[in-house]
């Protein structure tokens, strides 16, 4: 234990010992975090009789984890009963775990109702044991949106069984830009199935530093690998442009650029925006504009609002008139504003008011505002 750590434990003891119901509580959970749930039982229980129903869901883990199911059972309800939804969760799990299927469901579907994300997670598992994988996706999804890190590594699972590699690297990199570190040992294995050996070493590297069992075989065999074989070229544009996202990530541009290029070259519209949008940030306009255009030509939206903006920046009104337009008749609020403005400058009034109220109607304020001051409803 770091001297910093120590002296916040000390401190925490002794409000905790003065009857300090929330330092009571967190006390228990650092000894559940270290492993001594008789500790931690103690602590939680105490701040339990003044009212803490946190600290009673906490009590009810202490049992379970001391193999005491009718003790935690009664202490999951008596958290129940305070509106605790990590306790109804928790109950139906030990239900499920006793053999008591219906009861249990009938708990986690109420956490469901409550936006528990450990609920939609484990529904998920549930649904996706019984191979309904269009369900489990579904539930793992609102997981990962509700914040459960780990939902993000099941949606990589599932898409890797269901033989879709390019979307499993896009979940699990997804779960190591939450900080779940050891994810990087499943893009790296993920890599080396796609051919792609020298790309997979670096991610292996990580999974070996943050202790993934298996990474260190791994990245033995994918060192000797690399050095009997070239690296291979992508035929696949997705490929190519998941490759430029993880080098990005890693922060090895010139690598990242190399495969966005690659993608962007093939047609990839998302590699052509990305490569426009470091160049318009590296102040390279002439070639961020050739890039857009290439994306905006393809219908990307984003592409044709940059596309229009940089163009006016450059002093090409035109250019900016006719991407604004085709940005604004695809909805995009921004675009809409932005070519009521040209439409008005120009005296059509008439369609530069359409634009500008079908910019408030998406709840653009700058629009709004403009419209009240003109007294025009929309």
Not at 70 to 84: Q, S, V
Not at 182 to 203: C, D, F, M, V
Not at 354 to 372: H, I, N, T, W
């Amino acid at each position: 234990m770091q001297v910093e750590e120590h002296m916040e434990i000390e401190e925490m003891t002794r409000r905790a010992k003065r009857g300090d119901n929330h330092a009571q509580c967190a006390l228990g959970s650092y000894y559940m975090d270290e492993g001594d749930y008789k500790s931690a039982l103690n602590w939680y229980k105490k701040s339990a009789k003044q009212g803490n129903a946190q600290a009673k869901n906490g009590a009810a883990e202490a049992y379970r984890l001391l193999d005491k199911p009718k003790k935690a059972e009664k202490w999951y309800k008596l958290a129940i009963k305070d509106h605790n939804t990590a306790a109804k969760y928790n109950l139906g799990i030990l239900y499920i775990q006793s053999g008591s299927r219906e009861a249990g469901l009938t708990l986690i579907e109420e956490a469901l109702e409550d936006n528990y994300p450990l609920a939609f997670h484990t529904y998920g598992d549930l649904l996706y044991e019984e191979e309904h994988i269009a369900g489990a996706r579904e539930y793992y999804l609102k997981a990962a949106e509700l914040g459960e890190v780990d939902a993000w590594n099941s949606l990589g699972m599932l898409e890797r069984n269901e033989g879709n590699p390019e979307q499993s690297i896009i979940y699990y990199k997804k779960a190591y830009d939450h900080q779940d570190l050891q994810a990087s040992y499943h893009i790296g294995s993920l890599l080396i199935e796609a051919g792609y050996t020298n790309e997979a070493i670096p991610w292996l590297k990580e999974a070996v530093k943050h202790g993934h069992p298996e990474a260190k075989q791994a990245l033995m065999d994918a060192s000797e690998d690399s050095h009997e074989q070239e690296k291979p070229e992508s035929s696949n544009p997705l490929e190519d442009y998941n490759l430029g996202s993880l080098y990005e990530k890693q922060g090895r541009m010139r690598e990242a650029l190399e495969h966005y290029t690659l993608a962007a070259n093939a047609g990839h519209v998302g590699a052509q925006f990305t490569i426009a949008s470091l160049l318009e940030e590296e102040n390279q306009p002439k070639e961020a504009i050739k890039w857009y255009t290439l994306a905006a030509e393809q219908g990307n939206v984003d592409a044709q609002y940059n596309l229009a903006s940089l163009l006016g920046e450059q002093g090409d009104t035109n250019g900016a008139f006719e991407w604004f337009g085709q940005a604004a008749r695809k909805g995009d609020s921004m675009a809409q504003y932005n070519y009521a403005i040209m439409l008005q400058q120009i005296g059509q009034i008439e369609e530069a008011l359409d634009m500008y109220k079908a910019a408030a109607r998406q709840g653009l304020e700058v629009s709004q505002r403009f419209l009240e001051k003109n007294g025009v409803e929309w």
